[in-house]
């Protein structure tokens, strides 16, 4: 019998730790490893070099490696091998060649692949989905505490200052990461967090962080995220309530196609930029309309091969360009398209860009309606079919795809990665 408690006591604190290292994943993956580090000191497009982040990431990746080799089953681990953001990887693996500085692309690859092992380890590591949502609550309250301590005993840390380019948004919270349009999307996605721990019964943790993470939503100034939040949560909650997945899928398109249209789609049709005038004060969302007509240039320039990743934006390709003088916007100094659809197909060309608009948009929708079939499966697939949603939205006025170990992209592969696990395998119950 002593035989008997000690293995019982030994796979308890397997199971301990494998939920301690989940949450600390994901507070990791909301956190990042240089919280209020402040504007970056190098353009958007640069290879930083940074040796926190080398070192930091190369490390978890070894020890959550481990920790899922130690604490997973095989089986569990072995399916994903055909995961999308394999996929993803590799297609960005292929551009390499074509980048300004193949080795410095390289390297940013291998930080994401790195990066996209903690995501896999938080997910995958939990025995139960109890565990993993009391897990997600903690990681979730402890960004949320930290961020609103800086918000209250240092502010200059966590909201825009008056001084810089960044003048403008001056008052705006960004919490712990550089910009509000970064930080916005990440404290929805964390209230999306707080509706899923709701349901799983951590009804006084769920609400406390549902109510934090909007009150920073609706401080950060971002009315594209104010906007798209209540639609992406709306839609799947009316879709679990009407039993009416399908549906709600349809909607999802239906809103797509008009942000499509309202957005970049001005750029093409000048109805559609009527339109869209008739609707919002600015249709150019203030100036985008103009990188998008560059980037949809520069597309059409190398259409298969595209430029390479994180080979376009801040690289002599366009640095070196003549000022354009009666645009609003000075191209040569933009971090990114400020569209990650147009911004996929610049790196990856077009046959590589849809490839990753499918695998991270498209797919993930499917295996919704896989696991949406199951009632065990639904109040994890309904946090990520939100999250999914959510960033596609995002994605039509910023860039994000393997945006290296950046808190938002993360958050979308973690998203996928749930919608994967969820329509292939049964989920735990306590």
Not at 125 to 152: D, G, H, I, K, Q
Not at 237 to 247: E, K, N
Request: aromatic share 10%; proline share 4%; hydrophobic share 55%.
């Amino acid at each position: 019998m002593d035989a008997v408690h000690a293995a019982r006591a030994a796979i308890d604190r397997g199971r301990t730790i494998a939920a301690f290292l989940s949450g600390l994943g994901l507070f990791l993956l909301l956190a990042t490893l240089q919280p209020f580090a402040g504007p970056p000191q190098t353009a958007e497009g640069e290879s930083s070099g940074n040796v926190v982040n080398q070192i930091g990431y190369v490390t978890l990746a070894l020890i959550y490696g481990a920790a899922m080799l130690a604490f997973c089953e095989r089986a569990a681990l072995a399916r994903l091998r055909s995961s999308s953001l394999i996929v993803v990887l590799l297609v960005a693996a292929i551009s390499l060649p074509q980048a300004l500085d193949p080795e410095a692309a390289f390297r940013a690859l291998l930080l994401a692949s790195f990066a996209m092992v903690l995501v896999v380890g938080t997910l995958a590591l939990p025995w139960t989905e109890e565990s993993f949502a009391n897990a997600a609550a903690n990681a979730a309250l402890c960004l949320l505490l930290l961020v609103y301590a800086a918000l209250m005993f240092a502010p200059t840390l966590a909201i825009h200052g008056s001084e810089g380019v960044e003048g403008v948004h001056a008052g705006h919270w960004r919490g712990h990461l550089t910009h509000k349009n970064y930080a916005a999307p990440v404290f929805s996605m964390v209230a999306m967090i707080g509706i899923y721990v709701w349901r799983i019964g951590l009804r006084w943790r769920g609400a406390a962080i549902v109510l934090l993470s909007v009150v920073f939503v609706l401080n950060s100034g971002s009315k594209t995220t104010m906007g798209f939040l209540p639609i992406a949560i709306g839609l799947v909650m009316t879709a679990r309530l009407a039993g009416r997945p399908r549906l709600m899928l349809a909607l999802h398109l239906c809103m797509v196609v008009l942000i499509g249209a309202l957005t970049v789609g001005t750029v093409f049709s000048p109805a559609l930029l009527k339109l869209s005038a008739a609707i919002n004060a600015d249709p150019t969302f203030t100036g985008r309309d103009e990188i998008w007509k560059f980037a949809s240039a520069k597309i059409a320039e190398k259409p298969w091969l595209g430029h390479g990743y994180l080979s376009f934006w801040q690289t002599p390709a366009v640095t070196r360009l003549e000022e354009n003088f009666e645009a609003s916007w000075d191209i040569r100094g933009i971090g990114s398209g400020h569209n990650s659809y147009l911004d996929a197909m610049l790196m990856f060309g077009v046959p590589g860009g849809l490839a990753m608009i499918y695998c991270l948009m498209i797919k993930p929708l499917a295996n919704y309606l896989t696991a949406h079939a199951d009632p065990q499966r639904r109040r994890l697939a309904d946090l990520a079919a939100m999250m999914v949603m959510f960033m596609t939205y995002i994605g039509m006025l910023e860039s994000f795809i393997l945006n290296r170990a950046e808190p938002v992209w993360l958050l979308l592969a973690f998203a996928v990665l749930a919608l994967e696990l969820a329509s292939r395998m049964a989920i735990r119950r306590a």
